[in-house]
């Protein structure tokens, strides 16, 4: 009775959390602890529990051996297709370093001799915790992250905001541009053609024009009306993105008369969720809609994603690692 009571108010937290704001990165976590508590409530409270946790053994290092190869793949071809540049080679160090760490403390579990014990004890502790608190992370980040993308969203918005990339020849939109491009117009269309594009992207060193002027063209190409469309050319991040739309739409809105300002975002799939933190930090009503993208690139994609959310949300791992320190000066003194 007292898993389900813990599952309960779990979910709770987590109903009432993304009732609050569904961009937060608290959804993430109160997710997976609900999934895992819910299972345990199930197990604890099934007749069937053998059979559930046999079914849990045999998933568990299958999604590991699963999720290992993939990562492997799509690092090789990101390699083949890219060119050799750690951008293209993210995902195969993420399954090095893991398992590299996972080897390590096996191996120094086994052979004792191998390093002094205070030394073992302490290096073993510390990639114990790191990679629990890397593979949590991970994975609650990218459920919530699917979980988010299918989450209903008004068809009315009063701007659509495209965030650039790069260009061919510094000139044009690139294929992964144009289908964030085709995919803000179909959100154009359906809101029945009312809302306003806010091209966002500044002009980068190798480029003849700004990302949001190859935009522009883009859209005009495919009949979109130049008074829907207003560049901002300025930005060179996706914090900018959002912050220097933020400021057009917000002296839109004093000149206009506009009250209760809705709008969407569009970008790649893998980059929804980090860019709708982005926009609650400016205070911008918006949430996103992504666009798809290659499957050999999701990895590496999601994993610069990741390393992105962390790098805001650090006080964990600091407190983790303070912690950590603490347990092993106190471990040195009892020696």
């Known amino acids: ?90 995902s195969i160090l993420f399954v090095v370093v893991m398992w590299a760490g996972f080897i390590f403390v096996v191996s120094s579990m086994i052979d004792t001799s191998f390093l002094p014990a205070s030394v073992s004890i302490a290096l073993c502790s510390f990639i114990v915790i790191a990679e629990c608190y890397i593979a949590f992370t991970f994975a609650a980040l990218f459920m919530y992250s699917l979980l988010y993308r299918i989450m209903p969203k008004r068809k009315d918005c009063d701007f659509i905001i495209v965030h650039g990339a790069g260009l061919i020849g510094g000139l044009t939109v690139t294929p992964l541009l144009a289908n964030r491009l085709n995919k803000a117009i179909e959100v154009f269309e359906r809101g029945e053609k009312k809302a306003r594009f806010i091209v966002s992207g500044g002009q980068g060193a190798d480029e003849k024009v700004s990302e949001a002027h190859a935009m522009r063209e883009y859209l005009l190409q495919q009949g979109i009306p130049d008074e829907k469309i207003i560049m901002e050319d300025k930005s060179t991040t996706t914090y900018e993105n959002m912050r220097n739309s933020k400021d057009i739409i917000d002296d839109i809105s004093a000149a206009e008369g506009l009250e ?47 390393v992105a959310v962390m790098v805001k949300h650090k006080v964990a791992p600091i407190i983790l690692l303070i912690l950590w320190i603490a347990g092993v000066c106190i471990s040195i003194k009892g020696l």
């Not at 209760?260 to 569009?266: G, L, R, S």
């Open 1 to 90: 009775m007292g898993s389900w009571i813990i599952t309960i108010i779990v979910g709770a937290l987590l109903v009432f959390s993304i009732w609050r704001d569904k961009r937060r990165f608290i959804n993430a976590v109160l997710l997976l602890i609900f999934l895992c508590s819910l299972l345990l409530s199930l197990e604890a409270h099934s007749q069937k529990m053998i059979l559930l946790g046999f079914f849990g053994i045999i998933i568990g290092p299958l999604s590991i051996f699963v999720i290992t190869v993939f990562f492997l793949a799509a690092g090789v071809i990101a390699i083949k297709r890219e060119g050799l540049r750690l951008s293209s080679a993210l």
């Open 260 to 306: 209760k300002v809705y709008c969407i975002f569009v970008t790649n799939a893998y980059h929804v969720f980090r860019t709708s933190t982005y926009a609650r930090k400016v205070g911008l009503n918006a949430e996103g809609v992504g666009c798809k993208t290659a499957a050999y690139y999701l990895p590496n994609a999601f994993i610069r994603e990741y």
